[in-house]
């Protein structure tokens, strides 16, 4: 059974860097899967913030792409995500999630639990 | 960035009850479209891909229709397990963006 687990620091200084991992167990990361993340404000809804794939190709929202980088770490089976200059609006619950793509639709379908991260000095 | 529009934001319905939450999209994205159900401090979770397809293990009292720019989700005898915020999200292309959820609640 494939599970995903979000890990890093709940708590983030302003104008600090957000580095968050998503551990894959149950298979390989090198499959044919793009890995996602997506965040959800207190309280608001879901934000897609982007999508990596084994090979290093990344998707990002115009939004955040000056401020992001996603990699992937092929040998700990995990992938990552890195946000710069954070403020207190980049406070949210972070998710990250397998693309299990069907028929050339994306389908969100497994999920870690999500990780809160504040941002506050 | 292809805008996701949901409505209504929240409903209140009886058990039994068929529920219908609209997604409209700002252009046209053919058939590109999934539905997730969130229930609170929890993960969203996929309930239909492909506008109409029915995800693995997903109940067949939900439905999906449409295409263009005007998509529905249909609960057919809402039950209470089914309470939650709902959101669409279009993949047809980057970035990809989701509705902004309706809630659903009992009456």
């Known amino acids: 059974q494939l599970q995903l687990q979000e890990s890093g620091p709940g708590l983030v200084k302003p104008s600090g860097t957000l580095s968050l991992t998503c551990g894959v167990s149950?298979?390989?990361?090198?499959?044919?899967?793009?890995w996602t993340w997506v965040r959800q404000p207190p309280g608001k809804g879901l934000e897609w913030i982007g999508e990596?794939?084994?090979?290093?190709?990344?998707n990002y929202s115009p939004s955040l792409q000056s401020r992001i980088t996603m990699s992937v770490d092929k040998s700990n089976n995990q992938f990552s995500l890195k946000l710069t200059s954070v403020t207190a609006a980049d406070t949210a619950v972070y998710y990250c999630a397998r693309d299990g793509e069907r028929g050339g639709n994306s389908v969100l379908d497994y999920w870690g639990q999500g990780i809160l991260v504040s941002v506050s000095s | 960035a292809i805008q996701m529009t949901q409505s209504p934001s929240s409903l209140s319905a009886s058990v039994g009850d068929t529920v219908t939450i609209t997604c409209r999209a700002s252009q046209g994205i053919r058939n590109d479209l999934g539905w997730y159900q969130q229930k609170p401090g929890k993960a969203p979770k996929v309930l239909i891909y492909?506008?109409?397809s029915l995800q693995s293990g997903v109940p067949s009292r939900f439905s999906g229709s449409g295409s263009g720019t005007e998509f529905t989700l249909t609960i057919s005898s809402l039950q209470p397990e089914d309470c939650a915020t709902y959101y669409c999200l279009q993949d047809y292309n980057y970035p990809r963006t989701f509705g902004q959820g309706t809630k659903v609640e009992l009456k």
């Open positions: 149950g298979s390989p990361i090198s499959g044919s899967h793009w």
């Open positions: 990596i794939y084994h090979s290093g190709g990344t």
């Open positions: 492909g506008v109409s």
